[in-house]
């Protein structure tokens, strides 16, 4: 179907069913018990989910195809974001106009980024990007004041031409982002029993270029042209010595994985127009580079998988603080409950980060391939069984002969 | 007027003179053996041809072209393919995927943006690799992950690539270093069976006399730099300046 083979459709279908879903698999317990809490299932992060999904797609295809390791793809999240605020802020507030200025610039960003940094290779590549990337933070936070707001933000305002739009609506406030008049933020509730499922236009306009994109990144990695990534990441050498020319296929590479980064900050700032430099700072950098190695660097649906877990940990794990704690231990005798609780404060809430980390080091010596190595290892686990009864058949047929 | 033509070429690492005045030429759809003992610039000479090195003076012309200051890619495109000492293939690629890759910079030329088309739509591309991998005996080993593969298949794999790009010259650096005897015949008997079957000239460098006397038509030596002579195997074999420049006898 639609050019792929029978294994990446199903892929395909899988992604679309989870992600089109999403409301609903997200949001397994009910809203008034007690972990409730654990519901992932609201716009704001489904959102997240996807958009970072999409950075995480976009980025693999340079780094988990060709092996350049770039340090500074935040770089075009926010060069993307700004984009598509300053399309809000002249144009309209319709979000396509925006994704598209925010992926065109972004693409021109990289091509402009990838033709200094690709001249080297290897770590030098990677502390090139990073310089790049905070430099511009730094720029947008000082110089680019005019372009950037500094360190307010670029925001919406009331005094905004929106040259096919309107400034204000007709009570006075800033009018909302929206496709073609459909609100971005606009949500439809259905409950059901004790559980509370909420559909978000902004959520299912950020799947399905989701899907779109992860469509694209399954052809890109199928096609002669992922081929010769692959073939730059084994052998440079043997590479150019077969006549080809490696630096032109880095060079697009990036200009891809630059163009991804660039609609998921279009995307975000389409969900909720405002744009900060902190956007493009080095930790949002090296948060898509876990994301990636986490789920699996050079497998399609891995940094999906890694977007997905480490936004979860941040937006749910950060919340569990000792009060709730003090409640799931209160079974036990007041000594030991405080005693738990002392242990377990650090990995929590704010220390979220500790857990997370401690899971990255794990993943990373004991599965190197990421949570898609991990789920290989337990399908191959079951499917080792029944092939081992075949294996008995078979020795057990083999002394007749 | 040969295919590879060497003219007063000089190289200098700082003060070593690597290779000083050379001139050689290598007859078209001959096989040319360059010997010579260790550090006699053997492997800076071919580095000059596929432009790796670009010598100080002198200059290289292949088919009435100059390649200097070419890259290696276009020096490929030109129709020089190369085999390395240690076998360069694409390791984390499968053998069918390695085979295609020449194939498709072939035809398609350093660059193109191929990145949404159907790997299913280039059969021509696959069925020339299948028919390569057929010709080297490697039709078997198709699916299997390149790195995996013995020394002797790793080269006979490269070999491959490099004939299924169809060049005129073919550069081989000591094919058969840090190979068992088996593989080595093999090797030979592979080379033999391409030189006879090809329109194609083989340029050798070697240090293994048996493979030299088994494939040369024709045979430079080179010692510190400066090719000593140039004959046939047969004259190769008894002149005295050989025998010193390797052994160091008194002549």
């Known amino acids: 179907m639609l050019g792929l083979n029978k294994k990446d459709t199903t892929l395909l279908i899988i992604v679309a069913a989870l992600t089109l879903l999403a409301p609903f698999i997200l949001n397994p317990f009910p809203t008034e018990s007690g972990l409730a809490q654990f519901n992932a299932g609201y716009p704001d992060l489904m959102q997240r989910f996807v958009i970072f999904g999409i950075f995480a797609i976009g980025f693999n ?25 300053w399309m809000f802020k002249l144009l309209s507030m319709n979000v396509i106009p925006a994704i598209i200025l925010a992926v065109i610039i972004s693409g021109l960003f990289a091509v402009l980024i990838g033709y200094v940094s690709l001249r080297r290779s290897g770590i030098y590549f990677s502390i090139l990007t990073l310089a790049f990337a905070q430099m511009s933070f730094n720029l947008a936070y000082s110089v680019l004041t005019p372009i950037t707001n500094g360190e307010t933000g670029l925001q919406l305002t009331l005094e905004d031409p929106r040259v096919l739009g309107q400034s204000a609506t007709a009570d006075g406030s800033i009018p909302v982002t929206n496709l073609f008049g459909a609100e971005m933020r606009s949500t439809y509730e259905m409950a ?28 890109i990695f199928r096609s002669p042209f ?10 440079q050498t043997r590479m150019s010595y077969t006549g080809l020319n490696p630096r032109p296929y880095t060079l697009a590479a990036f200009v891809i994985s630059g163009m991804y980064a660039g609609l998921a900050g279009g995307l975000m700032a389409s969900m909720d127009p405002l744009a900060g430099a902190e956007r493009m700072q080095w930790t949002a950098s090296g948060e898509v580079v876990l994301m990636t190695i986490l789920g699996g660097a050079g497998t399609l649906i891995g940094p999906v998988l890694g977007a997905g877990f480490i936004k979860y940990f941040e937006n749910i794990f950060s919340k569990i603080n000792d009060n709730i704690l003090h409640g799931w231990f209160a079974f036990m005798p007041d000594g030991l409950e405080d005693f738990v609780v002392t242990i377990l404060h650090p990995f929590i809430g704010k220390g979220w980060h500790l857990t997370l980390g401690i899971l990255f080091m794990l993943v990373v010596i004991f599965l190197p391939g990421g949570l898609v190595e991990g789920g290989q ?6 499917r080792g069984k029944k092939s081992d009864d075949k294996s008995d058949e078979a020795t057990q047929s083999t002394p007749a002969e | 007027m040969g295919i590879l033509e060497v003219k007063n070429v000089n190289k200098r690492f700082g003060g070593l003179q690597a290779l000083g005045d050379v001139n050689l030429s290598v007859a078209e759809n001959t096989c040319h053996a360059i010997i010579g003992p260790n550090g006699a610039g053997k492997s800076t000479l071919l ?10 003076t002198g200059s290289v012309m292949f088919d009435g072209q100059s390649v200097l200051g070419r890259t290696p890619h276009e020096i490929n495109q030109m ?46 591309i696959v069925e020339a690799a299948e028919q390569m991998l057929e010709e080297m005996n490697m039709a078997d080993k198709r699916h299997m992950h390149s790195a995996s593969m013995s020394r002797g298949d790793k080269r006979r794999l490269e070999i491959g690539m490099c004939l299924s790009q169809q060049p005129r010259l073919l550069l081989l650096d000591e094919p058969t270093a840090g190979m068992a005897r088996a593989d080595t015949n093999n090797t030979i008997d592979l080379l033999k069976q391409i030189k006879d079957e090809r329109d194609i000239t083989i340029a050798i460098i ?41 052994l160091g006898e008194a002549a």
């Open chain 1, 226 to 235: 992922g081929m010769m990534l692959r073939a730059i990441k084994s052998n």
């Open chain 2, 206 to 246: 070697e240090h293994d006399m048996h493979v030299v006397f088994s494939l040369a038509d024709r045979i430079t030596v080179l010692a510190q730099g400066t090719p000593l002579v140039e004959d046939d195997p047969e004259n190769i074999k008894g002149n005295p300046k050989v025998r010193e420049a390797y």
């Open chain 1, 192 to 219: 059901v029993g004790p559980w509370a499922f909420q559909f978000n236009m902004g959520y299912y306009l950020c799947a399905i270029i989701m899907l779109v994109s992860f469509y694209l990144a399954i052809r």
């Open chain 2, 47 to 56: 580095n000059c041809f596929v432009g790796k090195l670009i010598p100080d």
């Open chain 2, 79 to 124: 129709g020089i393919s190369r085999v390395f000492q240690t076998p360069e293939i694409f390791g984390d690629l499968s053998v069918l995927e390695n085979m295609m890759i020449p194939i498709f910079a072939k035809r398609d030329g350093a660059f193109r943006m191929h990145a949404i088309e159907n790997m299913h739509n280039e059969k021509e």
């Open chain 1, 61 to 85: 295809i340079l780094f988990g195809l060709t092996g350049y390791l770039s340090f500074g793809h935040a770089a075009f999240l926010g060069v993307g974001s700004y984009s598509a605020v």
């Open chain 1, 377 to 382: 290892r337990i399908a191959r686990l079951f």
